[in-house]
């Protein structure tokens, strides 16, 4: 008598553990693929990025794109001593003979 009653309860928790024997709900399907997750994913990326590529267009700045007085007043004088330092290197290796020598040692 115990035995039968412990099998039955062995069964009824193997019963309701399991879902092997059920059907899948109507409203769901048996199956999720991520697949169409991912595509989702990388057309919700695609449309972001078009997004951006338009609003980027839309709200450019205009005009001298950012060269201010400021910015090329550092160029100009940036240029002028880069000119000053190139000279000074220049003279620097130069070739001059040497003094006291004759050029016609011969």
Do not use: Y
């Given at each position: 008598?115990?035995?039968?009653?412990?099998?039955?309860?062995?069964?009824?928790?193997?019963?309701?553990?399991?879902?092997a024997f059920v059907s899948a709900p109507v409203g769901k399907p048996a199956l999720v693929s991520t697949t169409s997750l991912m595509a989702s994913r990388v057309n919700a990326k695609i449309e972001k990025r078009k997004r951006n590529r338009e609003?980027?267009?839309?709200?450019?700045?205009?005009?001298?794109?950012?060269?201010?007085?400021?910015?090329?007043?550092?160029?100009m004088q940036s240029s002028a001593a880069?000119?000053?330092?190139?000279?000074?290197?220049?003279?620097?290796?130069?070739?001059?003979?040497?003094?006291?020598?004759d050029d016609e040692k011969a």
């Open positions: 008598m115990i035995r039968s009653i412990l099998a039955i309860a062995i069964f009824a928790a193997l019963a309701l553990s399991t879902q609003n980027m267009r839309k709200f450019k700045k205009g005009g001298r794109r950012g060269t201010s007085r400021k910015k090329m007043m550092r160029k880069r000119q000053i330092e190139n000279e000074f290197i220049a003279k620097c290796f130069m070739t001059v003979p040497p003094p006291n020598s």
